[in-house]
Every structure is written in structure tokens, then in C-alpha cells.
């Protein structure tokens, strides 16, 4: 039986976006993110048919290194198909009826929006949570953060255990921010993706969530 891949703490995971940053040089940057320091990809792709979805997934297995984990967005068979995690919208399938899917050895995310939904992600058996939206963002820009506070809030509750990553608008220059609430990583789009050096800026990032919990 294969062992789970541990979650390395910080964490850095780069989510994807075709839409703003196109397929065909998405891979090359992913690949560059990863050696910039990403630990984890998340594809999240809506709008890609399931053999497309696939295809991509293969791609970034075959050319990123082995111990990055890499995670589809809430397709748990195509998930279990491919080999790869997943990682579930907050009001998604649950957690534990994924797991009948794609067992207990794979790695199993979770959006949450609020300390109730944080609480029951772990209860259902979350490996960890994407907690946003932390700052004010270009793919969201009417939508007002909860900033910050909400994963202090979820840490305050003595309920929530598991790794969070903030994600939102999340840059070198704010990050600190999000790791001093209690955030055990982040989650970034354009902060790396957007960067015509997705390398140095997933280093720069990565250095950051070093130094802050140093």
C-alpha cells in the first residue's frame, strides 16, 4: 500500500488558472515554480473537459519532481484516476465520502471560509485547509477579505489542528501577515504565475515563510 506523502510545513502551493494564464505555457511555469520552491500544485481548471483535465494532470506529474504534491480541484474520480490529491470547494462533496474514492493514502484539501466549516473539515478528515480570502484579489475584486484574523480565529478555537494556507492576494510583501495569524503556508495565483520569473518568485515567497517561522 502506498504511504501518504507528509505535507511540508510551510508550504507554498501555486493554484492554477488557464483562463488568465494559457495552457501551453502553464506547464513550463509550474515546472519553474517548483524549483523556485513550490511544494504543491493545484490544478484548478472548471472550464477543461475531463480528458483535457487528464491530459494536463499527466503532464505536470511527468515533469515536475516526485515529491511535489499535486492536486486536482473537486474532481475526486479523475483524482483517483491520475493518482494525484484533491482539493474540495467549501461546499463540496464531503471529505469522508471522498475518501471512499480515492482512500485513505491520498492527500485531501479543503476551501473554508469560516471557523464552522474549518471545524467540520477536520471532523470529516481533511488532511488541511485553504482558508481565504485573505486580501483583496484581481480575480475576485469586489469580494471584501476576511483577511487575516479568520485563520487566528480558527487557531483560537482549539479545534482546528490541521495545516492552513491563507490564499488571496497573497505577496512577498504581505505574507508575513498570514503566517503570524497562525497560516502554515500559502495559497498564490498571480503572485507566481503572473511573474515573467515564476521561479524567483515562488523563492522569493518560499524565503519569506522560511524567515517567519524562524
Known amino acids: 500500500m502506498a504511504v501518504k506523502k507528509l505535507l511540508r510545513l510551510p508550504c507554498l502551493c501555486v493554484v492554477t488558472d488557464s ?33 483535457s483535465l487528464s491530459d494536463l494532470i499527466r503532464n505536470v506529474v511527468r515533469s515536475v519532481e516526485s515529491t511535489t504534491h499535486i492536486l ?8 483517483c484516476d491520475e493518482g494525484v490529491g484533491v482539493h474540495l470547494p467549501e ?24 471557523v464552522y466549516s474549518a471545524i467540520a473539515a477536520e471532523k470529516q478528515g481533511a488532511d488541511f485547509l485553504i482558508a481565504g480570502t485573505m486580501f483583496s484579489t484581481n480575480s475576485h475584486p469586489d469580494k471584501i477579505p476576511e483577511g487575516p484574523d479568520l485563520i487566528r480565529a480558527m487557531k ?7 495545516p492552513i494556507l491563507g490564499i488571496g492576494g497573497i505577496t512577498p510583501d504581505n505574507a508575513r ?9 500559502v495559497a498564490v495565483i498571480d503572485s507566481v504565475l503572473g511573474s515573467p520569473d515564476p521561479s524567483e518568485a515562488a523563492r522569493r515567497l518560499k524565503t519569506v515563510l522560511y524567515d517567519s517561522v524562524i
Open 19 to 51: 483562463q488568465r494564464y494559457q495552457v501551453d505555457t502553464l506547464v513550463d511555469s509550474l515546472v519553474n515554480a517548483v524549483k523556485g520552491g513550490a511544494d504543491m500544485i493545484q490544478i484548478r481548471e472548471k472550464s477543461l473537459e475531463d480528458e
Open 177 to 185: 501577515i498570514v503566517l503570524d495569524a497562525g497560516a502554515s503556508g
Open 156 to 162: 483560537d478555537s482549539g479545534e482546528v489542528s490541521i
Open 72 to 79: 486536482v480541484n473537486g474532481n475526486p474520480k479523475i483524482a
Open 91 to 114: 461546499m463540496g462533496d464531503l471529505v469522508s465520502n471522498v475518501r471512499a474514492i480515492i482512500g485513505s493514502n491520498a492527500l485531501v484539501g479543503k476551501s473554508v471560509h469560516s
